[in-house]
C-alpha cells in the first residue's frame, strides 16, 4: 500500500474513532437521565380533570424531548403520576397517600379540586411535601400550612375582575350568587362575596345547589325573586352549566345581567341556550383566543390538535403548577422543600396562560409569597359572537387587589 493511501487510511480511522467519542457521551447522558416523579389527583369525572392530565401528558413530554431537567449536576426526566379523586375529599388525601408513601412521590403539582386539596394537606404537611394547586379555596394557603402554593389565576385577581364587571355594567348596585353546593362553591361565593362589599354593593344572598345539576328551575326561580342587578355564577366549569343556567333564570322571568368572570365554552353553551339568552354574558376569554397567543399556548394547542384531535375549551391556570414548580427547581439548583420554599418567594415565571408572579395575601394574614397573580383576559358575548374586549397584566391585577378597601398590605 502506498505512503498515501496508508496516511488517508489512518486519517479515515482517526476521524472515525473522533466521532464515536463525541458521540458516546451524549448516549451515555441520555441513557442515564433519572427519572423525577411528581403528581397529582384529578377529578377524572369533570373537564377540569381530564382535560389537565392530557395537557400535562404533553407538556412533560415536550419538556423531557428538550432535554428534561438539570438538578445539581444530574439530569431528569420528569414522570407525572395522577390518581383519579372524584372532586372529593376522602378520594383526595388516599390519592396523595398512594402518591407519597408507594410511588415515592416528593412534589405534588397540579391539583384542581378544593376538597381534594384540604383532604390532601394534613398529609403533604406532615411530610414537608411540596403542594402546588389552582384550585378556589383560599384555607390551604392559611396559616400553619407551610408548603402549600397556588400556581395559576386565582382569588387574588376578583378585584381587577369586578372591575371589569362595573365597567361593563356601571349601575350595578346589588349581586346575587349561584354556585355548587360543595366547598369550591362556597369559598367561591365568600370571595365574592367580601369583593362586592368592598365595592359597595349589596349582597342579596346566594342559592346553592348539588354539583352536577342540569334542572336550574328551583335556584333560578328563587333568584329571580331576589332580582339583583348581576348575578354571579361561581365555581362553574364555564359551559353547558352557565348555559343552562342562564336560560333557567331568563325562564324565570329574570332581567338583570348573569357574569361569569371565568372562562366559558362558548360552543357548550350554545348546545343548550340561544344567542339572544347568553347575549351580555361576560368572561375570561382563553389565551389562545386573544390577539397575542403566548407561545407556550401555541405550542400545546399544535400538540393537541396532533395527537387528541379537537381543541377543548382549557382552564390554563390548573397548567401553571408545572412551570412554576420547573422554575422554582432551577432557581433552586435542587429538589429540597425547603429549597424550594425559598425559591418560591417572589418568583416570577412564564405559564401557558402567561407571565405569572407569585404573591403574599396580606388580607388572609399570609406573609409569605403562596399565591399568584396572572394575566387575565376578558371578553362579551354580543351579536352571537365572543368578543375579545381587554387583558390585565399582572402588575394590574396586584394593583387592584392593592387599593380595594380593606386589601392593604404588601403583596410583593
Not at 402546588?132 to 400550612?145: I, R
Amino acid at each position: 500500500m502506498g505512503s498515501k493511501k496508508l496516511i488517508a487510511l489512518v486519517g479515515s480511522i482517526c476521524l472515525v474513532l473522533a466521532l464515536i467519542a463525541v458521540a458516546l457521551p451524549a448516549c451515555t447522558s441520555s441513557t442515564s437521565a433519572e427519572t423525577l416523579k411528581i403528581g397529582t389527583t384529578l377529578p377524572m369525572n369533570s373537564p377540569y380533570g381530564f382535560n389537565t392530565e392530557k395537557a400535562y401528558k404533553i407538556m412533560v413530554r415536550q419538556f423531557n424531548d428538550a432535554g428534561g431537567l438539570v438538578v445539581d449536576g444530574k439530569r431528569y426526566r420528569i414522570e407525572h403520576i395522577v390518581y383519579d379523586d372524584e372532586y372529593t375529599t376522602d378520594k383526595g388525601r388516599s390519592g396523595i397517600e398512594r402518591l407519597i408513601f408507594v410511588d415515592g412521590v416528593r412534589h405534588i403539582i397540579g391539583d384542581v379540586a378544593s376538597p381534594a386539596v384540604l383532604g390532601s394537606i394534613p398529609v403533604t404537611e406532615a411530610e414537608k411535601v411540596i403542594l402546588m394547586a389552582d384550585c378556589t379555596t383560599n384555607k390551604f394557603l392559611e396559616p400553619p400550612n407551610h408548603y402549600t402554593f397556588r400556581t395559576g389565576e386565582s382569588p387574588v385577581g376578583q378585584p381587577a375582575k369586578f372591575l371589569y364587571v362595573l365597567e361593563a355594567y356601571p349601575n350595578t348596585k346589588t349581586i346575587a350568587f349561584m354556585g355548587p353546593d360543595d366547598e369550591a362553591g362556597h369559598a367561591d361565593a365568600d370571595n365574592w362575596t367580601l369583593v362586592s362589599q368592598k365595592f359597595g354593593l349589596q349582597v342579596l344572598g346566594a342559592e346553592f345547589y348539588p354539583r352536577g345539576t342540569t334542572d336550574f328551575t328551583a335556584p333560578a326561580t328563587k333568584m329571580a325573586s331576589l332580582n339583583p342587578d348581576v348575578v354571579q355564577f361561581c365555581s362553574s366549569e364555564g359551559g353547558s352549566d352557565i348555559g343552562l343556567q342562564m336560560k333557567a333564570l331568563r325562564e324565570a322571568g329574570y332581567k338583570g345581567q348573569p357574569v361569569q368572570t371565568e372562562i366559558l365554552n362558548i360552543d357548550a353553551m350554545r348546545e343548550v341556550a340561544s344567542d339572544e339568552v347568553l347575549e351580555g354574558m361576560t368572561g375570561r376569554i382563553p389565551v389562545d383566543f386573544t390577539p397575542n397567543p403566548t407561545p407556550k399556548v401555541v405550542a400545546l394547542k399544535d400538540e393537541w390538535v396532533r395527537v387528541y384531535g379537537e381543541w377543548p375549551r382549557m382552564a390554563f391556570g390548573f397548567l401553571g403548577a408545572f412551570d412554576a414548580f420547573i422554575t422554582a427547581v432551577q432557581k433552586a439548583d435542587s429538589l429540597d422543600s425547603d429549597d424550594l420554599w425559598e425559591a418560591m418567594q417572589g418568583l416570577e415565571y412564564d405559564a401557558v396562560e402567561g407571565r405569572c408572579l407569585m404573591v403574599k395575601r396580606p388580607d388572609l394574614g399570609v406573609t409569605r409569597f403562596a399565591d399568584c397573580a396572572a394575566p387575565i383576559n376578558f371578553g362579551r358575548m354580543m351579536g352571537g359572537q365572543f368578543v375579545y374586549e381587554y387583558t390585565a397584566s399582572p402588575e394590574e391585577v396586584i394593583e387592584a387587589a392593592e387599593t380595594v378597601r380593606g386589601y392593604e398590605g404588601q403583596w410583593r
